[in-house]
Every structure is written in structure tokens, then in C-alpha cells.
């Protein structure tokens, strides 16, 4: 087979989620797979992440802009390369391709009431792109994959699209991850001590981080230790319009934010910290609560969407929208040790069944049936 990756932007310096997806996917390709011949089409840029081997060609394409790209300069390199299918691996793929398709739709969040409070630019505009361009190209594709069954059963209700043309294949999380014991003080690049609470997120309203704020501010309140909350990935303005509509001042001189986390950073601020938390109010998978639970930090996690699936029934799982149920379990980790030492062997237990292994071999299994049936 002669198989294409869609990678647009894995070679960008601050990578996301759907990025690190499709990395770790061609990384275990790259391994298993010696037969096949592959075709990654990536974005120039600073990180190049993944080389050429015997049989995985990385192919750049140059484009002003990601609808561009996608549209015209990704199916003229795929034809150009005579690729038998073409996997497009972050919701969207070109709506003019004659090349069979393989879609991973991570969500339909899209298709989801917008809040009207999301005033990030990027985030709308990529909204509304997906809006445009997923209606038109789902029933060209010879498979659409996703991450949950959670997601699965929402896209099937949804999107009234036959079982048959969908596949579930869980996400999985680099073997880094791990219990370590922070002999380089990486941490320390971010917060001064260890022993924080930990949350990761960005603008989104979906990511919670507003009513995530109002429960720490109840949890200083109460507690005897007051923990430090590290933030990633955030502007200070943002935190600042939320600590002064919501009257909660005293918690800034515990906040840390400093900006951006690499990922090679990641193991060492979930090893340090005392807690995760990942309150969501919706995830189609949730890859950081795998890695949280991985390096055998206890999680508290949302009860809603693919959260439990992934978590587990013994996680725990808390009402995102109720602000008291975070806080209790914060004071709860805080002040129980047999529960907090229960919590980290329930994650370490969980996070073994996930891996970027078995992700591939699935992915693999997929390519094959769909180039059978195209033959």
C-alpha cells in the first residue's frame, strides 16, 4: 500500500492535541510497519520531528494559509505521490479529492451551540471552518474514525452515519509518562516547590477554567496547607477578567502562570504536582488525564462525556458544573492519605491499557480493510 498522513501542523513549535495524535501515530507506523510505504504531508516549520526512513516519505508542502492547504495543495501532493488512500487526521480533509478517504473526527463539538463567551479569534474561526467543510465530506470517506465510544454514539446519533463506516480507536500516551524521581528540578522551570495542584487548559469555556478558579478560591479558604495552582498554557489577562467578575483576589498570590509547557517538560510538572485537575465540561478522549494518571498522580476528572470511559469508575469524577464537588475532593486528597495513595495506584492501574502501540496496530488493521474493499 501507498498510504497517505495528512500531518499539516506537527511541525510546529507549540504543538496541541490532535498534533501530538498523528506524531505519535507515524512514530509507531514508522516502527511496525516495514512493508508499506508511507507519505506524510506536513507545513514547513521549526520542529521537524519526524525524518524519512526506508518507507515513510515526509513530504513538504508550502501554503499561506490552513484552508489553502488543505484544499488545494494536499490532494494535488497526494496525487502527485499515487497514494492508494489519503488519512486526514484533524476533522477536516478536502472536499474535491478522488482519492479514497480516511477521516479521524475527533468531535462534532462544531456542531455544538457556540458559547458566546469564546472571543478567541482562532478558535471561531477554525469553528466555523469545520462547519463548512465536515457536512461535505463525510460521505466520501471510506472510514471515519474516532477516539471514545462516547464520541462514537454521539457522531452515529448525530450525524446519522451508518456503524459500518466507523471505527473507534483509543488514543494512547508516550512512555515517558511515568513515576520519575525529578533529579534535574525541571519543575522548577515553572514553580518554585512541588506539591501544587496542576490544571492544563486554554480559553476554551468547554475547558472549565472559570468555575476550576472558584473552586480553588473555596479550597484556600478551607484549607490548612494552601496549595499553589499551576496553570499552563493561559494568558494572565484572561485570569485577571476572571478573578475580578468573580470577587476571588485572594487567590492570585497562589497562582502560577507561566505560559507554555513542552511536552518533554510535562512528566517531571505532573510528577511534582500533588493532584491534576481535569474538570472539563466535555472531552472526546482526554490524552492528559492518561499521562497524569500514568505518572501515578491522582486526577480529579469531570463525570461527563468520555471522562469516565477513560478514567475509569474508580477515578474520581465530579459534576463539573458544581463547583463544591471539586472543592471537597481537593480537601479530600488533602486530608485523606489511604484515598490519596488509593487514587494514585487506581491511575497507574488504568493508564496500562492505553498505548500508542496498540493505537497504530488498530490504525494499520483499518489501512488494510479499507484498501481491500477500494482494490
Not at 201 to 227: C, F, H, M, Q, W
Request: charged letters at 25%; a neutral charge; aromatic letters at 10%.
Amino acid at each position: 500500500m501507498r498510504i497517505g498522513i495528512e500531518a499539516q501542523r506537527i511541525f510546529r513549535k507549540n504543538k496541541h492535541g490532535m498534533d501530538y495524535v498523528v506524531l505519535q501515530e507515524i512514530k509507531e507506523l514508522q516502527q511496525i510497519d516495514k512493508k508499506n510505504e508511507y507519505f506524510v504531508f506536513v507545513k514547513p516549520d521549526v520542529d521537524r520531528c519526524v525524518e524519512d526512513s526506508a518507507n515513510v516519505h515526509v513530504i513538504e508542502v508550502d501554503c499561506p494559509s490552513y484552508p489553502l492547504w488543505e484544499q488545494y495543495a494536499l490532494p494535488k501532493a497526494a496525487r502527485e505521490a499515487r497514494i492508494d488512500l489519503l488519512h486526514c487526521t484533524s476533522n477536516t480533509a478536502p472536499i474535491r479529492c478522488s482519492i479514497p478517504l480516511v477521516l479521524t473526527l475527533h468531535d462534532i463539538i462544531f456542531l455544538e451551540p457556540r458559547d458566546k463567551s469564546n472571543k478567541s479569534l482562532y478558535q471561531n474561526v477554525g469553528w466555523l471552518y469545520r462547519r463548512l467543510v465536515v457536512p461535505r465530506i463525510l460521505n466520501k470517506c471510506k472510514r471515519i474514525i474516532t477516539v471514545s465510544d462516547f464520541e462514537l454514539n454521539n457522531i452515529v446519533s448525530k450525524l446519522d452515519i451508518p456503524r459500518n463506516r466507523m471505527a473507534m480507536i483509543y488514543n494512547g500516551y508516550n512512555e515517558w509518562f511515568k513515576p520519575l524521581n525529578d533529579t534535574a528540578g525541571v519543575y522548577r522551570k515553572y514553580i518554585d516547590e512541588p506539591g501544587y495542584f496542576f490544571f492544563l487548559g486554554n480559553t476554551d469555556p468547554k475547558k472549565n477554567t472559570e468555575r476550576t478558579l472558584i473552586a480553588y478560591a473555596r479550597y484556600l479558604e478551607r484549607s490548612a496547607v494552601k496549595r499553589k495552582l499551576l496553570m499552563a498554557d493561559l494568558e494572565s489577562q484572561y485570569f485577571e477578567d476572571i478573578i475580578a467578575r468573580n470577587g476571588i483576589e485572594h487567590i492570585k498570590k497562589y497562582l502560577v502562570i507561566p505560559g507554555y509547557i513542552t511536552n518533554s517538560d510535562l512528566p517531571y510538572i505532573y510528577n511534582n504536582a500533588f493532584a491534576f485537575l481535569y474538570t472539563s465540561l466535555r472531552e472526546s478522549f482526554g490524552i492528559p488525564l492518561l499521562e497524569a494518571m500514568a505518572c501515578g498522580t491522582p486526577v480529579i476528572t469531570s463525570n461527563t462525556s468520555s471522562m469516565p470511559e477513560i478514567g475509569g469508575s474508580e477515578a474520581i469524577l465530579v459534576q463539573p458544573d458544581h463547583t463544591d464537588e471539586i472543592t471537597e475532593m481537593m480537601l479530600r486528597l488533602e486530608t485523606d492519605c489511604d484515598f490519596y495513595q488509593k487514587q494514585k495506584e487506581v491511575g497507574l492501574r488504568r493508564a496500562q491499557l492505553f498505548s500508542w502501540r496498540k493505537t497504530a496496530e488498530q490504525l494499520l488493521e483499518l489501512y488494510k480493510e479499507v484498501y481491500r474493499e477500494n482494490k
